[in-house]
């Protein structure tokens, strides 16, 4: 790889110093593509829908005097209600309302949040404009989109440079407090300077590059890399943009051949052979899409293509793993996302030429429910018409070893369970966690994040109590890779075995997860210390809905708190409603979930245990999700439970035989599941047995 990187230096450099490189523009719509767009635009409806759009949010502004703030902006994830921990509300620069109870909250860093938002939303601008420019022929919109960016290299180097927490140190910025923002900015403003080179001065050019491009890329980007990050792909792209713009083979080098952090680097280092985004979020995953896709596409202009099969398992990865509905779980700093809506997926089909790839573009996103649109700029720009019919393939259930995913798939039932890398800062600490979906809905969920700005998203969202999976002595667990040392399916289930890796240092947990037919997830959960010492073990459950009714001989009793002293995490405090009961028998809970009623039933134990039913974090803290606790406390523990899946269905018997096996008595069938999880041959094994 580091060979092929030295050519690819060497090229550019030979290239740049030759005058090689294609005229402007040159980074994204080249002349040679006008034809293709001005076809869409005679033919397709929502490309001449889209035209008008832009036309109509652009055309009221281009008489108004141009007005850029006063000040650099302030971190994003500031501008949330300290107290419920939700997204405030913008009524105006200096009103912002918390959704929930209606508090307003005015001054810094609020209204400098919303100073960030307008500075992004004036290179929007520029790069919007600079297309309308070239699209339309208009010199209005162009002559706009220069006002804007001359107006910016005027003042760029006036803003004080600043990081989140108002200092002048990196990975600060001038428009914005950190140099992701920076980057993103500048990538839009070089965009939209490329499609207007046509009516811009070699003055004005050299002032876009001596006070705008350059001071932000030398003084901001550049002094800060971050190895392979999400955020290092949006500053190589605003880097390698640059250096396209102003034929700079220094900077291309930077950006494009680094071997520690340049755009080849990232994808062919950041990306798992799964396809996945090293960084384990799904959300990010996306984000780092979207950041590498500027430079990709300019680079395949300019005759450097990195279209790899690395790119290629990036688009692909999310459609093969996602749940039945194209949902994608709220893993390590993310929220339930999809690929479905995602204008990338324009770029991905045309670029690769792969049927699978439409299916995003056609299919209805399945949280918002907005029907398929193709109103976005990369379908106008490189929309595929007409649009292949994708392959209609069941997927089965799948084993991920890279990303580290084990996903159990029956019919509408889908359960994915986590055990690989951590994930770098965005990781969660949540070894063989899972999320579970089935008719359509997910009974069981990752919490996801909050806004980074505030106490909840370490104090919760990241802990190991706010997932499904189980802590020690109340304390999160550590970074660790785990591992699946078997996975196995048959007709009518599959299974794995997960290991946490050394997520604690006196511990070991490992997770044995089987599904029966579609209408069942049971679990063998085994805890064995290292230091034969008693140590409080605590297994923890979030389905979505509401809990119902307990049975009539269960005497649950309010209790303030599930803790030890001293209580080792944060995240207890955030629990509410709170009941207890202590049992040596099998227990089984009903569940108001969004499909009806579900349950989940925990076997007979081998040791009194304690549980712990009430509410955690959802969405914010008055978002209350239901949680389960089931505590232990010894040298060794083993949890044998289940849950169902589809509404109306009696609950399983769950009959232990060992701690490593048990019988399941579920829906006319009896299933003898056995999980050897130690020795040199970890198996796990599924049998049904025949009714007597």
């Known amino acids: 790889m580091l060979f092929r990187s030295c050519i690819l230096v060497c090229f550019l450099a030979v ?25 869409r635009l005679a033919k397709e409806d929502w490309a001449k829908a889209y035209l008008k759009e832009l036309q109509t949010k652009y055309d009221p502004t281009l008489d108004q005097p141009i007005h850029l703030p006063d000040r650099g902006g302030q971190w994003f994830h500031y501008y949330a209600c300290p107290i419920h921990g939700v997204r405030l509300r913008t009524e105006s620069p200096t009103r912002h309302v918390c959704p929930i109870d209606g508090q307003v909250f005015t001054g810094y860093p609020y209204d400098d949040c919303v100073i960030t938002m307008v500075h992004l939303q004036l290179a929007e601008a520029v790069r919007d404009l600079g297309y309308l420019y070239h699209i339309t022929g208009e010199r209005k919109y162009g002559e706009r989109a220069r006002d804007i960016a001359l107006a910016y290299a005027d003042k760029y180097l006036s803003y004080a440079y600043h990081d989140i927490h108002n200092e002048p140190k990196v990975p600060g910025g001038r ?13 839009h403003l070089a965009e939209g300077v490329d499609q207007i080179w046509p009516i811009l001065t070699p003055p004005q050019i050299q002032s876009l590059k001596t006070k705008l491009f350059y001071p932000c890329v030398r003084g901001v980007i550049l002094p800060q890399h971050m190895g392979i990050h999400n955020i290092q792909c949006w500053k190589d792209s605003a880097v390698g943009l640059t250096g396209l713009l102003f034929d700079d083979s220094e900077l ?3 950006a494009v051949n680094s071997t520690e952090h340049g755009l080849r680097a990232q994808i062919h280092l950041g990306v798992t052979a799964d396809g996945q985004w090293d960084e384990g979020s799904w959300a990010y995953h996306f984000y780092a899409l979207d950041a590498m896709l500027p430079l990709t596409e300019a680079l395949r202009i300019c005759g450097t293509d990195l279209y790899t099969d690395d790119l290629h398992r990036m688009f692909t990865a999310p459609i093969l793993m996602a749940m039945p509905d194209g949902r994608l779980p709220a893993f390590n700093d993310s929220d339930t996302t999809t690929a479905d809506g995602d204008p990338a997926y324009e770029i991905g089909l045309a670029r690769f030429h792969d049927a699978l790839l439409a299916k995003p573009i056609i299919t209805a996103n399945p949280t918002t429910h907005a029907p398929p649109s193709r109103q976005n700029l990369p379908a106008l720009l490189t929309g595929v018409s007409p649009l292949p019919d994708p392959p ?5 259930s799948e084993n991920y070893p890279a990303s580290g995913y084990a996903i159990l798939r029956s019919g509408n039932t889908w359960m994915c369970l986590k055990y690989g890398p951590h994930g770098g800062g965005h990781g969660h600490y949540d070894k063989l966690s899972f999320v579970l979906y089935a008719d359509g809905k997910i009974l069981a969920n990752d919490p996801g994040n909050s806004p980074y700005g505030l106490p909840l998203h370490n104090g919760w969202h990241k802990t190991t109590l706010a997932h499904n999976t189980i802590s020690i002595d109340q304390e999160n667990q550590r970074e660790s890779t785990g591992s699946c040392p078997a996975f196995i399916m048959g007709k009518d289930f599959s299974a794995c075995l997960l290991d946490g890796g050394t997520v604690y240092p006196n511990a070991k947990i490992k997770r044995a997860a089987f599904l029966l037919n579609d209408s069942a997830a049971v679990f063998i959960d085994q805890v064995t210390t290292l230091d034969h010492q008693p140590h409080v073990i605590d297994l923890a459950y979030h389905p979505d809905g509401k809990w119902g009714n307990p049975a009539d001989n269960q005497s649950w009793v309010s209790v303030s ?20 009961l202590k049992m040596t028998q099998s227990l089984t809970l009903p569940i108001n979930s969004p499909i009806g009623t579900t349950f989940i039933t925990l076997a007979q134990p081998e040791s009194a245990t304690t549980y712990f039913r009430g509410t955690g974090v959802g969405k914010n ?5 239901p949680i389960l606790i089931a505590r232990r406390s010894g040298e060794s523990a083993t949890f044998m439970w289940a849950v169902t899946t589809h509404a109306g269905m009696k609950p399983p018997i769950l009959v232990p035989q060992s701690t490593t096996s048990m019988q399941v008595i579920f829906n006319g069938k009896t299933w003898q599941l056995r999980a050897d999880a130690d020795g040199a041959d970890p198996k796990i094994e599924v049998h049904q047995v025949a009714n007597p």
Request: a negative charge.
């Open 15 to 39: 290239s740049l110093s030759q005058g090689a490189l294609p005229k402007h523009p040159r980074l994204s719509l080249p002349d040679s593509d006008m034809p293709a767009v001005k076809d």
């Open 175 to 187: 428009v914005t407090p950190q140099t992701l923002d920076e980057a993103i900015w500048l990538i």
């Open 252 to 254: 291309l080098k930077d």
């Open 392 to 396: 209609q393939e069941r997927f089965a």
């Open 561 to 580: 708190a599930p803790a030890t002293q001293p209580a080792q995490s944060a995240a207890y405090t955030y629990l509410r409603d709170l009941t207890t």
């Open 621 to 625: 803290i008055t978002d209350r999700v």
